[in-house]
């Protein structure tokens, strides 16, 4: 019977560990996802650091596992555009970055990439 119990017990927390990774963020991916944004913007795109008031790393769970998208993401919000945010990730068979989405489709999207 106790055998039984140790073995349920090291399954259960062997799930809880699974589960503790998977959804926790890595906070390096996190800062380095925000470099690879910033680096597009400034050396890709010509924007100037100026340009930019915030960039934010994200991690979303929900992503974990797909092939196509990174689940970790980056939200810009552009000092000419305070109230509009531009999300960001990486391509993983290309490692480029891609703008995902914006927040705001109503507004003028001076940002909006094609």
Same mark, same amino acid.
């Given at each position: 019977?106790? /055998?039984? *119990?140790? *073995? *349920?017990?090291?399954?259960?927390?062997?799930?809880?560990? *699974?589960?503790?990774?998977?959804?926790?963020?890595?906070? %390096?991916?996190?800062?380095?996802? &925000? %470099? /690879?944004?910033?680096?597009?913007?400034? $050396?890709?795109?010509?924007? /100037? /650091?100026?340009?930019?008031?915030?960039?934010?790393?994200? =991690?979303?769970?929900?992503?974990?596992? $797909?092939?196509?998208?990174?689940? =970790?993401?980056?939200?810009?919000?552009?000092? %000419?555009?305070?109230?509009?945010? =531009?999300? =960001?990730?990486? &391509?993983? &068979?290309?490692?480029?970055?891609?703008?995902?989405?914006?927040?705001?489709?109503? %507004?003028? $999207?001076?940002?909006?990439? &094609?």
């Amino acid at each position: 019977m106790k /055998k039984l *119990i140790f *073995i *349920i017990l090291t399954i259960i927390l062997i799930i809880l560990g *699974i589960i503790y990774l998977t959804l926790t963020p890595d906070q %390096d991916q996190i800062h380095l996802t &925000e %470099d /690879k944004v910033e680096n597009y913007l400034l $050396n890709q795109k010509n924007y /100037k /650091k100026s340009d930019i008031k915030s960039i934010i790393g994200n =991690y979303n769970a929900k992503d974990v596992g $797909n092939p196509a998208i990174s689940a =970790y993401t980056a939200d810009v919000v552009f000092k %000419d555009e305070p109230n509009v945010t =531009y999300s =960001y990730f990486i &391509e993983q &068979e290309t490692d480029q970055v891609v703008q995902g989405g914006i927040s705001s489709p109503k %507004d003028n $999207n001076f940002h909006a990439e &094609e």
